[in-house]
């Protein structure tokens, strides 16, 4: 496929996004340090956290720039070692936590950052997460063109044991054991040893959407989709602060009540048009991690529900337009890429704006290239950019392949029941 213009609508999209994600930690921003300072007495002084979000900005479109221009053969190659790396950094962050130091960043329990010279941080679950992206869509197409996933078909009859050992020779040694194994270690390092629900789902949601749009058959997708939901129930109903954020978050006792009645506050308190830049009360300290994964709110309180449904608004084309670059991409394993990237975005943009409106338990996760911090903000800029140099390859026509197999599939049941009927 020929190389072409890019989809500039993404770029434009993510610089709209950066942007207003720089004015609203140049307006909290001031609140917030005198918040710390008088809590905490720390001297953070009023333009703290907003050049320390515009460096992690400035970053962010270097890397995102970096994977537009990066050859796209060197992503494959690197693919399975970034996630290897990921991997290797949570081990090296779960063995370093008990011990404490200068290398490790721990809150409220959890030890999920590495300390880094002046006074940055990295966050290996995110390298994590686009290591997964990029290691799934490169085992994913391989084993949809050998049809991994399920067992060779059997040519003459066969005893049980022999049943067994033609799955396991073509399918679990092939598939399944690979699949299961770098998965399930990487949602084992996040969710239990890291204990960061949030970033679990958005891994899930990555698994299942790339799993989904592999073409792998239907009764196989379930299996899975059952035992990932399975997993993340057990993790919920065997971690007691889990279990209260879900049994009280109602409730007016309950710490995580608080942040969402103040987060409903400033949503409501910003009626149609908001109060205005600067004259945000929420802000002020009554509503926790207000620059961090509250900012959905600010925004409701500063802007109001205009504000909101253009905000809403802009991250639904965004993830529309991811979808559109996948459909039209004819490499299978580029737009597993893409889609990774879409469900990797999504999980978050629909998981921040859900805690923030009391339609689920809280959680701490960032909504996408308007919350502070640098390391998800990079991560996500190196995937998007790499959507963009894959926007370059699309074709006139969209893929045909995946639908038109489950149809085969769906019709050759029938098929099969109507002669067993008759």
């Known amino acids: 496929m020929r190389r072409h213009k890019s989809d500039r609508a993404i770029a434009v999209l993510i610089l709209t996004l950066l942007i207003v994600g ?3 930690i140049y307006m909290i921003g001031p609140m917030r340090a005198n918040v710390l300072n008088a809590t905490y007495g720390t001297d953070y002084s009023d333009n703290y956290f907003f050049l320390r979000q515009l460096l992690s900005v400035g970053l962010a479109l270097a890397v995102l720039v970096f994977t537009f221009k990066v050859p796209y053969r060197l992503v494959q190659v690197l693919g399975k070692w970034i996630f290897f790396a990921g991997i290797a950094l949570c081990i090296i962050l779960m063995i370093l936590a008990p011990t404490g130091g ?18 940055l941080s990295l966050q290996p679950s995110e390298v994590v997460k686009l290591g997964l992206v990029l290691w799934l869509a490169g085992f994913l197409s391989k084993s949809r063109e050998k049809r991994s996933w399920e067992p060779a ?10 049943t067994f050992w033609r799955w396991w020779r073509s399918s679990i040694v092939h598939f399944w054991l690979p699949f299961g194994g770098m998965c399930g270690a990487a949602l084992f390092l996040v969710v239990i040893v890291q204990k960061d629900l949030g970033t679990g789902a958005s891994m899930m949601a990555i698994i299942l959407a790339m799993l989904f749009m592999s073409g792998i058959k239907m009764r196989y997708f379930i299996i899975v989709l059952v035992t990932i939901l399975a997993v993340g129930v057990l993790s919920i109903v065997t971690s007691p602060h889990r279990m209260e954020r879900i049994l009280t978050f109602s409730s007016e006792d309950s710490s995580d009540a608080y942040h969402i009645e103040n987060a409903m506050i400033a949503i409501g308190a910003g009626g149609l048009w908001g109060v205005g830049p600067g004259n945000s009360v929420q802000a002020t300290g009554y509503l926790p991690e207000s620059i961090n ?9 500063t802007f109001g529900f205009v504000g909101l449904v253009a905000l809403v608004m802009c991250f639904a084309v965004l993830l529309m337009k991811l979808l559109k670059v996948a459909n039209f991409l004819q ?3 580029q737009s597993l ?11 978050h943009v629909v998981i921040n704006i859900a805690a923030m409106t009391a339609l689920m338990p809280l959680t701490g996760i960032t909504l996408p290239f308007l919350s502070y911090g640098g390391t998800s903000m990079l ?13 370059c390859y699309t074709s006139r026509e969209p893929r045909k392949e995946i639908l038109p197999e489950r149809l085969d599939e769906r019709r050759g049941r029938r098929e099969e029941f109507g002669r067993r009927r008759q």
């Open 153 to 162: 078909k059997r040519t003459e009859p066969e005893s049980l044991k022999e």
């Open 22 to 24: 720089l004015i609203m």
């Open 331 to 333: 490499d299978t394993e």
């Open 379 to 391: 991560f996500m800029s190196a995937a998007f950019g790499l959507v963009l140099q894959l926007s």
């Open 337 to 347: 890429i893409v889609i990774g990237v879409f469900a990797w975005a999504t999980a």
């Open 293 to 301: 994964d509250s900012v959905f709110a600010v925004i409701g309180e």
């Open 102 to 119: 200068d290398l490790v960043s721990c809150q409220l329990g959890a030890c999920r950052w590495f300390k880094l010279p002046a006074g």
